[in-house]
């Protein structure tokens, strides 16, 4: 992410009279809708990356790609259940963004509970554009939790406030054999802001 962008939403953040009010954002799928509240005062970095992909756009034509469920879990000593979604195919015509640095929940407060909506990431400060959503509380994926090898956890900056029983719809949907890739993939007929 360009610093302009980081500075940009802090700034907002550090100068509102009051509360910053959270965004709401609704994903159209293939099996129905869920609206997404990010959460820009306490995950501000983070928030400002995921509603810049909706606002240009470019969740447009992405897809849940990836459930982990019990029968799917390949890691059976730290399993968790969520499902996972991407932006749409890239062209010159929409690029990506840089990664961001990871807002560890240790800082934002927020946490891996039911709903919860998080960045994927390999290493720290690799997260780009894919996000998952919890189904049941995951505390291993909070900073301290032992899904991921450094222990510094995911950057959770948003929930579901509609539609988990679409999220938990996609979770139970076919997979590729022996795998947790969705076939086929759910599409995601567009994201966009919109008023509550």
């Known amino acids: 992410m360009t610093m302009w962008i980081v500075s940009a939403v802090v700034g907002v953040v550090a100068g509102w009279q ?7 954002v609704v994903f159209e799928t293939s099996l129905g809708a869920i609206t997404i509240e990010v959460n820009l005062a306490k995950a501000p970095v983070t928030s400002a990356n995921f509603l810049k992909y909706v606002d240009d756009g470019l ?6 790609h990836r459930t982990v469920r019990p029968e799917t879990e390949t890691r059976k000593d730290v399993p968790i259940e969520v499902v996972q979604a991407g932006r749409g195919p890239r062209t010159p015509e929409t690029p990506g963004y840089p990664p961001i640095p990871l807002e560890r929940t240790s800082v ?32 291993a994926l909070d ?22 029983d679409v999220v938990k719809q996609i979770q139970v949907s076919p997979v590729r054999p022996g795998s947790q890739t969705l076939a086929p993939a759910i599409r995601i007929q567009s994201a966009r802001r919109i008023d509550r």
């Open 18 to 24: 009051g509360p910053v009010p959270p965004v709401a």
């Open 108 to 139: 934002t407060g927020l946490v891996h509970v039911d709903g919860a909506v998080s960045m994927a990431r390999a290493g720290q400060d690799s997260a780009t554009s894919d996000f998952f959503i919890c189904i049941g509380p995951q505390p």
């Open 143 to 164: 900073f301290g939790g032992a899904r991921n090898a450094d222990g510094q956890g995911f950057a959770v900056f948003g929930r579901v406030v509609s539609g988990m």
């Open 59 to 64: 969740y447009n034509g992405g897809r849940f």
